[in-house]
């Protein structure tokens, strides 16, 4: 049984949340070879780190660093589409070709995320290099395309690709890193879909003046690059410890886990921390294995059972959790401001390439400085306040656009202070998106579900981004048409809503490993408990921070 005592100052909102227990006081940290052990009195709550938070932290954990930036590049290809399809749609010889109305338009684009929403709900179906062979094949379509046909095909095909990437790289980040820097290597995931989004909207910008179809085929050609890179490097990277634990392989889980942790194969074998970490797996491990073993020959059946269990009275609370941060993260409005961008600048009185170089060159650079503090300081100051700080921002923000459009929309030219307000709101909004629901929703899905509910919570929540953010395309249009005022104080509600959210029912997942979540989040932990007891981990923690037990 661990507790939230985070030697640095992780909130204590972590306390206040209906999820979590209260935590036991803390505890005096015992130096292990470079990590901590705190050790409460009753000798059963117990934390670890193996290491410093933030950039320190990062910087001692090369290897794991190298494995997750490597993973993320899944998050990289589906920015990079976002970033160059806005301007393959304005591209002369694209619609020349193609001059369809705004419909097929508008299928061409969202078939994408509808695409990606299947591929991550059947994640866990198709093989790692499969996954990334899909991707390449919808990209390949999609460059040597004749017809809108068979664009839209290519999109299709790649979406599935795409929503798989998107749901298994964080999944595997989170499940290879060690407690006190999860939240920075997990926020990569964000790092790369928004550098994807950067490079591809400059991408698209420089070659749009290509003569004939070579200025969109060669920026949707160059996206298999790092889908190929991607296939290769799976081959490299080093196995999930905790899927190991989960197939019975001991022995290659430890191997796996002293890799990652620095440690030769030797000496983790004896070390204090990966013992703790090895432990506590299989302890998770053979606690769900009882708790849902799975019935031979039914597999359509047992894949039933296991997706219903998301919805069972005891995993409920993490499932909402999961599928609420992504939709906050939609309807928080930031792609409206991606997709629609323009459309709105021009509504402040701005027009041609200033808009175009304000709106989609400019939120997009501002997105991408702003997962810098997240990935340094999300493990310091916990996911709540990040969210919490986040949410009234970019609430306010955009109630205060609202304002100023119902005020002064239609004669901007008149009130060049107003424009210039909102537009800085506009960069408000975005740099507090970037810092908070942008890189925290690809973090706590990851985190909220025990082992064997993991992969299915995380597709479950990436599907809900995809299902939200493909509403988030459709309605953007009709709703800035009706009432651009309205639109903006739509998704201020919604921030405010999110707010709320984030105060009151959130977990605080900061600094513990993931299956002391999970033991926090299990309101009876008597199963795990005992099982941990009869692995001998409460005696190994005892004799570790130098107690004998005796109290
Ligand atoms: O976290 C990402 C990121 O913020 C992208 O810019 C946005 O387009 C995605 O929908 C979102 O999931």
């Not at 494995?67 to 589906?78: E, K």
């Amino acid at each position: 049984m661990r507790f939230n005592d985070h030697t640095e100052s992780v909130s204590a909102e972590a306390e206040a949340s209906p999820l979590l227990p209260s935590s036991p006081s803390p505890a005096k940290p015992v130096n292990l070879r470079g990590g901590t052990l705190s050790v409460h009195p009753d000798g059963e709550h117990y934390s670890y780190a193996y290491g410093p938070t933030g950039l320190e932290g990062l910087r001692a954990n090369t290897y794991t660093l190298r494995c997750a930036m490597f993973a993320s590049l899944g998050g990289l290809t589906f920015g990079y589409d976002q970033g160059v399809i806005a301007n393959v749609l304005v591209m002369e010889d694209f619609v020349t070709r193609w001059p369809v109305g705004a419909w097929e338009r508008g299928l061409m684009t969202a078939v994408l995320e509808l695409g990606c929403m299947f591929g991550a709900l059947s994640a866990g179906i198709l093989a790692d290099k499969i996954r990334d062979a899909v991707f390449c094949l919808g990209s390949a379509l999609q460059t040597w395309a004749q017809s809108l046909t068979q664009i839209t095909q290519g999109r299709a095909i790649g979406g599935l690709g795409v929503g798989a990437l998107s749901m298994l790289s964080p999944l595997y980040m989170a499940e290879i890193s060690p407690p006190e820097v999860r939240g920075s290597l997990l926020a990569l995931e964000q790092l790369s879909i928004v550098l994807g989004c950067v490079v591809g909207f400059w991408t698209g910008f420089l070659t749009r003046n290509v003569t004939g179809s070579l200025s969109w085929r060669i920026p949707l050609g160059l996206q298999i690059i790092p889908g190929i890179i991607l296939g290769l490097g799976t081959f490299a990277l080093p196995a999930s410890p905790r899927l190991l634990v989960l197939q019975g392989q001991r022995e290659a889980a430890l191997a796996s886990l002293a890799k990652l942790r620095l440690r030769p194969l030797s000496e983790a074998r004896t070390d204090p921390l990966v013992q703790i970490e090895m432990l506590e797996m299989e302890a998770e491990a053979i606690t769900l294995q009882r708790a849902s073993p799975t019935g031979e020959g039914r597999p359509l059946r047992n894949e039933a059972l296991a997706w219903a269990r998301l919805f069972d009275r005891r995993y409920i609370d993490r499932t909402l959790v999961g599928v609420m941060i992504m939709f906050f993260q939609q309807w928080s409005g930031i792609n409206a401001l991606i997709y629609y961008g323009p459309l709105l600048m021009r509504n402040l009185g701005f027009s041609g390439g200033t808009v175009y170089l304000l709106v989609a060159g400019g939120t997009n650079i501002v997105q991408f400085l702003a997962v810098f503090p997240a990935i340094l300081y999300m493990d310091k100051w916990g996911r709540k306040p990040l969210l919490r700080i986040g949410s009234v921002t970019m609430a306010a923000s955009h109630l205060l656009i609202a304002l100023l459009i119902f005020e002064f929309g239609g004669e901007w030219g008149n009130h060049a202070n107003a424009t210039w307000i909102a537009v800085s709101c506009v960069y408000f909004f975005t740099a507090a998106y970037g810092m908070s629901f942008g890189p925290v929703g690809w973090v706590l899905p990851n985190e909220v579900f025990p082992l064997t509910l993991r992969g299915k919570g995380a597709a479950l929540s990436t599907a809900s981004n995809w299902l939200n953010n493909f509403f988030i395309g459709l309605i953007t249009p009709a709703l800035m048409e009706n009432s651009p005022a309205l639109t903006f104080g739509v998704f201020g509600s919604a921030c405010f809503l999110a707010y709320l959210w984030a105060t009151h029912i959130v977990p605080e997942t900061a600094n513990v490993s993931l299956e002391t979540i999970d033991d926090h989040l299990t309101h009876q932990l008597t199963v795990t408990d005992q099982v941990e007891r009869d692995l001998g981990l409460y005696d190994l923690v005892r004799e570790l921070s130098g107690d004998n037990g005796e109290r």
